[in-house]
T-cell receptor, first 113, second 117 residues
Framework: GENVEQHPSTLSVQEGDSAVIKCTYS??????FPWYKQELGKRPQLIIDIRSNVGEKKDQRIAVTLNKTAKHFSLHITETQPEDSAVYFC????????????FGKGTKLSVIP | EAGVVQSPRYKIIEKKQPVAFWCNPISGHNTLYWYLQNLGQGPELLIR????????DSQLPKDRFSAERLKGVDSTLKIQPAELGDSAVYLCASSLGAGTGSGNTIYFGEGSWLTVV
């Protein structure tokens, strides 16, 4: 099955700085790459996703880039704020219409005021 | 619109006892997932339903875990008997489902937190 590695496992940044989290994978059939944010004790919530026919997608301070050749994708958060502090998970999906996601181990982001 | 609803939110049981978790997906969502999340880890798929059919249960420990989705809406996940290592968060999720076009977002419930003592 799919395997996804996520780095770093923890990340501390000063408020206002940028944060980058990277995931690498091995299954070239993967075609859906979502990122989830999970606050302590809460549900994972989708913050942005990208499909294999797109190289980059941006939504306000959040962006995701995909390099299918190198089999990696990254989450970029600019102008970080304390409320961005959470655990972020990348995931892989394969198929069409109904995805089965394989998750990374997560990155705990701490934004220091 | 209500999200994915799970109950109970928290459950503490003694080992060897049975436990059941219930999930009500988002209205109209045909695909339902049960995920297991251990502390400090990402969610891991246990089972996926397309309507009433379990299309992938390869990661479900069938000796003690069972699941059902009888009418293609609500689902129940059962553990019997529970072991200490089953302590985790059991997440239910749903999406629109196969045949509805690509890119169906998967929405998670708040999870059922199980502690086995």
């Amino acid at each position: 099955g799919e395997n996804v590695e996520q780095h770093p496992s923890t990340l501390s940044v000063q408020e206002g700085d940028s944060a980058v989290i990277k995931c690498t994978y091995s299954d070239s059939a993967s075609n859906y790459f979502p990122w989830y944010k999970q606050e302590l004790g809460k549900r994972p919530q989708l913050i942005i996703d990208i499909r294999s026919n797109v190289g980059e997608k941006k939504d306000q301070r959040i962006a995701v880039t995909l390099n299918k050749t190198a089999k990696h994708f990254s989450l970029h958060i600019t102008e970080t704020q304390p409320e961005d502090s959470a655990v972020y998970f990348c995931a892989l999906g394969t198929g069409a219409g109904s995805y089965q996601l394989t998750f990374g181990k997560g990155t705990k982001l701490s934004v220091i005021p | 619109e209500a999200g994915v609803v799970q109950s109970p939110r928290y459950k503490i049981i003694e080992k060897k006892q049975p436990v059941a978790f219930w999930c009500n997906p988002i209205s109209g969502h045909n695909t339902l997932y049960w995920y297991l999340q251990n502390l400090g880890q990402g969610p891991e798929l246990l089972i996926r339903y397309e309507n009433e059919e379990a299309v992938d249960d390869s990661q479900l420990p069938k000796d003690r875990f069972s699941a059902e989705r009888l009418k293609g809406v609500d689902s129940t996940l059962k553990i019997q008997p529970a072991e200490l290592g089953d302590s985790a968060v059991y997440l239910c999720a749903s999406s629109l489902g196969a045949g509805t076009g690509s890119g169906n977002t998967i929405y998670f419930g708040e999870g059922s937190w199980l502690t086995v003592v």
